[in-house]
């Protein structure tokens, strides 16, 4: 069992890393110290990962035990964080935030020193437990070996801003320590401290460049997320007060089931609030601006947010949450919330040009639909959360990436400027397209299970999310597709464009597109080897029930290998065809390139076509309140009926 | 061989006129002459056209544009000067800006006379083309086409 | 027989058949056209006519990336037709006939003419305009039938029309978007001179515009193929049913097309899910109460 110690030192590590980039002041060894600390993250957890596959998953195991120590050091960290909260709102004037964190740190510590003392496990290492280790631990350390080269070009490109690149690779590399916690604690209390660290982290990121627009979005994200640390926390109390005494995570998942029938709704109450906690974490509606806000940090931090770990904390929690959820009103809601978000946020990707805002958008769209999954509950749709959060943490970093290095070189990141990057940054566009058909094209690992989504709310009797889902993909497909045709369109610009990637960045997406790739074609054999006895574990639902049969899954990495076998087989027999060039049909006289056209008065005029955007109808500002204020009434109705029973039962037992 | 003779496609080009050989291209199409009946389209694309139907005369400003739409179609391909303006030029022809008809800046084939040209004579000289038509495309096929449009760009190179 | 010949037989049969019927279907609506405006019309046989001068005109191309990019389009839509007629996954099958038409959006923009761009853009418009219906016709024959197989969606007891009626009023109107048939031609304008010339088929000529037309037969006849689903059953004798509701739709699709004029993208896409919405919306609602 001395294989389990990994688990504190991937969380110690990065914490360790932080405080020596804290503390050497050049630039230089930081930058060391940050690339060796990531390669090790990164061997680690892959090591760890494939060791514990050999060894085979015991889940009756209960880890460490005896924590005397670390209970100490996490009840300290609780009221460093609470103090740094504090601080900074008292330092912008944001009081009243303040109170988010003093009252819920307060009542928890209370919590902790009058709990009954129990020998409950701290560390719980189950196979999605590891799944997260492995995601988390993969794409956040090639997402930090790439933010150490972005942040060279960073600081050229954006002279204003004041040169903390250690301080920002501290923060990165404690929110990796944060949530590896996070994904392997079995104790409620740490839950909530790692809970809080990631909100704290994400607070700090986002105001990194202390403009007044950053410091506005941070502090949006802080109260957000603080808020759902206070839903987290009131569940918690709720749950060791009324349903039973104990602070450990696997008894709450388990016990709650037992005790439905005997306690009815108010057994459900706590699984209600920690989903809330999800749904603010996710950056669901009707608490999606966070997320939007938090594009005004540096690309790297972006990244970490969105693809890999930050609103993947929140599917996590759900998907534990899954088996508390199917077939009742908090799952009802929950999957409403994200069906209604995966719908709302494509239309509006829509109307972005902005490419960051374009991914924030799909972000909160897909995580939409891993909550809609993870509400609806079933084994099929888990397992199609499951994969959907596989891919998409892979695609979507590969894509922030992309989108800093190109904005790097090209000094934009609008969509529209991307016309002809093909020709312009060749490789570039080319993960970026991997990336994007990723996202939304049959047979790439999105869109199945996207498939396997809609199959599961079928088969759940779901009709209002089929509805959203289906109308939501053909959106998505636009969105994606019209941005696509954007870096392979003829180019209008004769600009040469220096690029100044590096090769850390062009490491890290050749890793991400291979990984990709690689889970497509690996696809069958991942669900059946390690998806499958996940989501049949006892602490998840306890049988599986693949959407896909494994024929299916055949036939699509046969289907994935045409698409790439038969565009480059043609393509080699076309080259040598005979075909005679034409110039562009162009409505007057083309000047020779397909750029423009000679006008009435003879000039030149150059022309090309941009995308349709929709703006006037698919805006942020035009959709974002309405579609908040439909969440917003929805999680409102089931707070207060939750409200009414629990006050009835209370009132009764009076 | 191949008998490519039952789908001429037509791409209708408006140089200087009255347009009243327009209306009458046009009326080609309306159900009382039916072109389509030969397997004529109107396709407006000389991409997907065969036959390059002129009317109007050509000025200095078109001129560019009558060449490179011609340079778009795809071989075999055939263009048929409809009208009296399309033939020499008409009654613009002492026009300050008139070069003449269109067999000054590409070469014609089939030259359908009238002002306006009626829609049973601009069938009839469509007919006439698909003939060149197909005689071109033997050329294609023996490989000869492209050696002959090599000459005769020669030859204009010689003239000049 | 083993299963797998006749699977081989019906593959076969469907590469080589469908471009005939397609081209024959084709023509026949021509025909019917040309009756409709009181014309004679075109000879029946005229598309393939028109197929033949293509192939044996010289092969053209504005960016040499577009004749693969064709190809690739054309043998998608093939292996989406294929995946139909071999009674494989309904689903799949969509799902990879967008990937068939992202080909033929990224045959358009490469080219840097802004006919074709326009016309590229607004194909996507038609895609989001028809793909939710086609989604939810594939839930609701799930749901019918306990299967995304097409094999098992056609060996049911009773037509899945019966089932779902409201579905098949909604995947007919989408129809007209796919057929390319006014008044929802938007993306290519199949009548001539018009604004965007060709739309997203302007820079598309000789071979390449024959690969086009080719894929646009196959697409008929597996369009044709799922309306037919709808009627199929157990009983023999509902093919014969099938390819009767198929012409009847067929014909529908004509009168249509002869009898409308182009509206405006979003108009179509407000229509196209307005019907979706209510008629396939409305009966996938009252599916899952019968069989939920």
């Not at chain 3, 006014?182 to 000529?205: A, L, R």
């Not at chain 3, 004798?237 to 002869?258: H, P, Q, R």
Request: aromatic share 12%; net charge negative; with cysteine.
């Amino acid at each position: 069992m001395y294989l389990d110690y990994a688990v504190p030192f991937l969380i110690c590590f990065p914490f360790l890393i932080a405080v020596l980039l804290l503390i050497s002041g050049k630039s230089r060894i930081g930058n060391a110290f940050a690339r060796i600390g990531a390669v090790v993250i990164l061997i680690t957890s892959a090591a760890f990962f494939v060791a514990k596959l050999m060894n085979g998953f015991s889940v009756s195991d209960r880890l460490f035990t005896h924590t005397e120590i670390a209970d100490h050091v996490i009840l300290g960290g609780e009221i460093l964080l609470m103090a740094v909260v504090v601080y900074l709102c008292v330092k912008y004037k944001k009081y009243w935030i303040s109170l988010l964190s003093i009252v819920p740190t307060a009542a928890i510590v209370y919590l902790e020193q009058t709990a009954a003392a129990e020998e409950i496990e701290h560390i719980f290492l189950d196979r999605l437990a590891m799944l997260m280790v492995l995601l988390v631990g993969i794409v956040g350390s090639l997402i930090i070996i790439y933010a150490v080269g972005y942040m060279e070009g960073y600081h050229n490109h954006h002279k204003e801003v004041q040169d903390r690149r250690n301080y920002f690779l501290a923060l990165l590399f404690m929110f990796m320590g944060a949530m590896f916690g996070f994904v392997t604690c079995a104790s409620l209390i740490w839950l909530v401290f790692f809970w809080e660290c990631t909100s704290v982290c994400s607070f700090l990121l986002i105001g990194y460049t202390r403009s007044d627009e950053a410091v506005n979005n941070s502090f949006r994200a802080l109260w957000m997320n603080l808020l759902g640390g206070a839903a987290l926390v009131c569940g918690i109390i709720y749950f060791y007060h009324t349903v039973c005494p104990t602070l450990s995570f696997r008894t709450f998942i388990n016990i709650i089931p037992q005790m439905t029938p005997s306690i009815g709704v108010l057994a459900l109450i706590p699984v209600f609030l920690m989903a809330f906690a999800a749904l603010t974490k996710s950056a669901q509606l009707p608490f999606s601006t966070w997320l939007i806000g938090a594009m005004v940090a540096p690309t790297p931090s972006s990244t970490l947010l969105h693809s890999a770990t930050m609103v993947k904390a929140g599917i996590y929690i759900l998907i534990r949450l899954a088996p508390l959820m199917n077939g009742n009103i908090t799952g009802t809601v929950v999957g409403f919330v994200g069906g209604l978000t995966f719908l709302a946020a494509s239309f509006m990707a829509v109307a972005q040009s902005d490419a960051k805002k374009v991914l924030a958008m799909s972000t909160i769209s897909n995580l939409g639909l891993m909550v809609a999954c993870a509400g609806i509950g079933t084994p099929e749709t888990v397992w199609a959360c499951v994969f959907l959060m596989l891919f998409h943490a892979v695609s979507k970093s590969l894509l922030f990436q992309l989108v800093g290095a190109v904005e790097n070189s090209l000094h934009s990141r609008d969509v529209e400027d991307f016309h002809g990057l093909l020709y312009m940054l060749p490789k570039h566009a080319m993960f970026m397209f991997i990336g994007i058909a990723g996202m939304f094209l049959a047979p790439f690992g999105m869109l199945i299970s996207k498939w396997s989504a809609l199959k599961g709310m079928t088969d759940a009797d779901n009709v209002l999310t089929v509805i959203f889902i289906v109308f939501g993909s053909a959106v998505t497909s636009f969105y994606w597709s019209k941005w696509m045709g954007k870096l392979i369109a003829h180019p209008h610009k004769t600009k040469q464009v220096k690029d100044v990637t590096e090769f850390g960045e062009m490491f890290s997406f050749w890793i991400h597109a291979l990984i990709m790739l690689l889970l497509c074609v690996a696809f069958p054999f991942v669900s059946g080897s390690y998806v499958g006895p996940m989501i049949a574990s006892d602490d998840l639902m306890r049988y599986v029930d693949p959407a896909l049969t494994t024929g299916t899954m055949f036939v699509l990495v046969g289907l994935l290998l045409l698409v790439f076998l038969i565009p480059l087989i043609l393509y080699l027999t076309e080259k040598n065809n005979a075909s005679t060039k034409k110039p562009a049909y162009m409505g007057g006289i083309n000047t020779g390139d397909d750029n423009g056209f000679v006008d009435s008065f003879g000039e030149e005029k150059i022309l090309w076509v941009s995308n349709y955007y929709f703006e006037d109808k698919l805006s942020i500002e035009k959709l974002m309140k309405p579609c908040q204020a439909l969440a917003f009434a929805a999680l409102l109705i089931i707070g207060c009926i939750m409200g009414a029973i629990a006050l009835s039962v209370i009132g009764g037992v009076m | 061989m191949y008998k490519i003779t039952r789908s001429p496609w037509v791409m209708h080009y408006d140089g200087s006129s009255c347009n009243g050989c327009d209306i009458e291209v046009l009326a080609c199409l309306t159900p009382v002459y039916d072109a389509e009946r030969f397997g004529i389209i109107n396709t407006g694309d000389p991409m997907q056209a065969d036959i390059l139907l002129i009317t109007g005369s050509i000025n200095t400003q078109n001129a560019p544009v009558v060449k490179q739409i011609y340079s778009q179609m795809s071989d075999p391909k055939v263009v048929v000067a409809v009208g009296v303006c399309a033939c020499t030029g008409g009654v613009f022809k002492d026009c300050y800006n008139i070069l003449g008809g269109a067999d000054q800046v590409i070469p014609v084939d089939v030259y359908v006379p009238g002002c306006a040209a009626r829609p049973q004579a601009i069938i009839d000289g469509i007919v006439k083309g698909i003939g060149v038509f197909q005689e071109r495309l033997e050329k294609l096929e023996n490989g000869t086409l492209k050696q002959e449009e090599k000459e005769d760009t020669e030859e204009k190179k010689e003239e000049d | 027989m083993d299963e797998m010949t006749i699977k081989m037989i019906i593959a076969i049969c469907y590469v080589v058949f469908a471009p005939l019927i397609g081209g024959l279907l084709d023509g026949i609506g021509r025909q019917i056209s040309a009756r409709m405006q009181r014309r004679v019309g075109p000879p029946l046989l005229q598309p393939f006519y028109d197929l033949g001068k293509l192939l044996h005109k010289d092969p053209i191309h504005v960016s040499p990336s577009q004749n693969f990019l064709m190809l690739t389009y054309l043998f998608f839509v093939i292996l989406t037709g294929g995946m139909i007629f071999l009674g494989m996954d309904l689903l799949l099958a969509m799902f990879l006939l967008s990937t068939a038409v992202m080909f033929l959006y990224f045959a358009a923009v490469v080219t840097g003419s802004h006919y074709s761009a326009i016309g590229a853009g607004r194909e996507l418009l038609q895609m989001v305009a028809y793909e939710p219906c086609v989604l939810l016709t594939c839930v609701a024959f799930y749901v019918v039938s306990g299967s995304f197989e097409t094999a098992d969606i056609i060996s049911g007891n009773i037509s899945p029309i019966a089932y779902m009626p409201g579905v098949f009023v909604a995947f007919v109107f989408i129809l007209t978007i796919k057929m390319r048939k006014s008044p929802f031609d938007i993306s290519t304008s199949h009548h001539p001179n018009q604004e965007i010339v060709k739309g997203i088929t302007s820079e598309i000529g000789a071979k390449n515009l024959a690969v086009y037309t080719l894929a646009e037969w196959y697409e008929t006849v597996f369009l044709m193929g799922m309306v037919a689903m709808f009627v199929i059953n157990k009983n023999p004798w509902s093919i014969l049913a099938a390819v009767l509701t198929a012409f009847v739709v067929y014909f529908l699709e004509i009168l249509i097309d002869n009898s409308s004029a182009r509206v405006k993208s979003e108009l179509m896409i407000k229509l196209s899910w307005t019907v979706t919405l209510v008629a396939a919306g409305g009966n996938l609602l009252v599916l899952m109460f019968m069989f939920g």
